[in-house]
T-cell receptor, first 118, second 112 residues
Framework: KAGVTQTPRYLIKTRGQQVTLSCSPISGHRSVSWYQQTPGQGLQFLFEYFSETQRNKGNFPGRFSGRQFSNSRSEMNVSTLELGDSALYLC?????????????????FGPGTRLLVL | KNQVEQSPQSLIILEGKNCTLQCNYTVSPFSNLRWYKQDTGRGPVSLTIMTFSENTKSNGRYTATLDADTKQSSLHITASQLSDSASYICVVSNFGNEKLTFGTGTRLTIIP
């Protein structure tokens, strides 16, 4: 079974630009989450999607947005890039299904997209 | 405020030795606690997931413990290997909304 894939792996942008990152979850997984990881802040939760609907959202400004398609693939977009947006952006998928009591399904992370904003 | 604190921030031990990493949390209500291993330049990989009723869970040489009363968890690594060099991240999930709170991790270095 193929793992979580993220594209692109590396990206360099300048301040003010926008960027779109893509994530393909493991086949059969419908839950996709996005995280930002920086050396100083560690991993921070951005948002979670399930069945094309945003289910949870972290404390990030509105410049960060995402969406999920019917095939569970997800994209996140960052507009008006700032220097502080330089980070590793990780996507994770799981077989978690909202509405069921069992909620501890393992998350599988992709390799991440390393974004550098100049 | 939900918080997860890990200690130590970094640790260096000799190959073959054991070590224990700590995680204290204030997340409430509690759903589950996870330990992840993250190699440099890679995404995290799940080691263990424990719910409220589980006190211990093992995955090979990794053994996680959970004390839900004191809100503490530990990850014990036995007979360390060079490949154990990585960051270990503790993550706690809220019951209900399943929001995840991440610790900043412990950077473990194994030296030969």
């Amino acid at each position: 079974k193929a793992g979580v894939t993220q594209t692109p792996r590396y990206l360099i942008k300048t301040r003010g630009q926008q960027v779109t990152l893509s994530c393909s979850p493991i086949s059969g997984h419908r839950s996709v989450s996005w995280y930002q990881q920086t050396p100083g802040q560690g991993l921070q939760f951005l948002f979670e999607y399930f069945s094309e609907t945003q289910r949870n959202k972290g404390n990030f400004p509105g410049r960060f947005s995402g969406r999920q398609f019917s095939n569970s693939r997800s994209e996140m977009n960052v507009s008006t890039l700032e220097l502080g947006d330089s980070a590793l952006y990780l996507c994770a998928s799981s077989s978690k299904s909202f509405g069921l009591a069992k909620s501890e399904e393992t998350q599988y992370f992709g390799p991440g997209t390393r974004l550098l904003v100049l | 405020k939900n918080q997860v604190e890990q200690s130590p921030q970094s640790l260096i031990i000799l190959e073959g030795k054991n070590c224990t990493l700590q995680c204290n949390y204030t997340v409430s209500p509690f759903s589950n606690l996870r330990w992840y291993k993250q190699d440099t330049g890679r995404g995290p990989v799940s080691l263990t997931i424990m719910t409220f009723s589980e006190n211990t869970k093992s995955n090979g040489r990794y053994t996680a413990t959970l004390d839900a009363d004191t809100k503490q968890s530990s990850l014990h690594i036995t007979a360390s290997q060079l490949s154990d060099s990585a960051s270990y991240i503790c993550v706690v999930s809220n019951f209900g909304n399943e929001k995840l709170t991440f610790g900043t991790g412990t950077r473990l270095t194994i030296i030969p």
